[in-house]
């Protein structure tokens, strides 16, 4: 890939990274996601991925990049763990609203709940696209 392209890539990744980080930041914020300890772990990987990307644009070094991988890792981790308690929560709602549902009922009403039960794999998402921009700032070194 020639440097230009590579460089255009980069802004593009740049920019996306920093819309879903910003976006997903407000929508928490919006939806009052900061009421129990838990809500806040999205929100701290958020805060913490966009500090460290405006210090990874202007200053390098290997530990920043560990740590910057070590934070997308938890806020993808964060991600899969966040579908499980909405999953869960819709689960035991739906059960109490319908002690007799079971099997594929039950998981697809718990899928449709008053949690978005998929939301929060958006944060996998976030945690891909900036390790897509890890891999690329690396190949500059």
């Known amino acids: 890939m ?44 958020i805060g913490i991925s966009l500090g460290l990307l405006v210090i990874l644009f202007f200053w390098r070094t290997n530990f920043l990049l560990a740590v910057f991988t070590i934070v997308l890792v938890i ?21 109490e609203m319908t002690p007799s549902a079971e099997g594929w009922d039950l998981f697809q009403e718990s899928l449709s709940g008053a949690l978005p039960a998929l939301a929060p794999l958006s944060m996998i998402v976030l945690a891909l696209i900036g390790y897509s921009y890890l891999l690329l700032i690396k190949q500059e070194k």
Do not use: C, W
């Not at 590579?6 to 593009?12: A, I, M, N, Q």
């Not at 920019?15 to 772990?41: R, V």
């Not at 899969?80 to 869960?88: A, M, P, S």
């Open 2 to 45: 020639a440097k230009n392209e590579r460089l255009s890539v980069k802004y593009v990744i740049t920019a996306a990274l920093l819309f879903m980080l910003l976006g997903t930041s407000a929508e928490l914020y919006l939806l009052e996601h900061y009421e129990d300890t838990l809500q806040l772990i999205p929100l701290l990987a």
């Open 75 to 95: 806020t993808g981790l964060s991600g899969v763990y966040g579908t499980f308690l909405h999953l869960r929560a819709n689960y035991e709602f739906e059960l």
